[in-house]
């Protein structure tokens, strides 16, 4: 695991052991938040994976929390999961863009 990125190395290695992705990215949005530089708290983590074949959305997302639930539990506040089958990537690699951050106020 890579030191200066903990968390994102710990959430790469399991959901890889875990999901066998065909693709994965995990990308740190902490700077986006009012947290200190170089923060490992908000992620979104875009995995294709055959794994997800006849699975519906909420499964998915519940498969991805399972392979990193210590994360979750302990250093992550929170994640947005972009879960595809690889037919589903084939057809659209739209991953959206994530909302600005309201301060965690819902202001």
């Known amino acids: ?3 200066d990125k903990p968390v994102e ?16 990215d995990i990308i740190n949005e902490s700077y986006m938040h009012n947290v200190p530089k170089g923060s490992e708290s908000h992620f ?20 991805v929390h399972q392979a990193i639930q210590e994360e979750l539990d302990n250093k992550i506040h929170a994640l947005s999961i972009v879960a595809k089958t690889p037919a589903e990537w084939e057809v659209s690699q739209d991953v959206g863009k994530s909302p600005p951050c309201r301060g965690g ?3």
Not at 44 to 63: C, G, M, P, Y
């Open 1 to 3: 695991m890579s030191d």
């Open 9 to 24: 190395s710990a959430v790469r290695q399991k959901l890889t052991e875990a999901l066998k992705p065909q693709y994965l």
């Open 44 to 63: 979104k983590v875009v995995i294709v994976s055959s794994a997800f074949e006849n699975v519906k959305r909420l499964q998915k997302h519940q498969l």
């Open 105 to 107: 106020a819902g202001l």
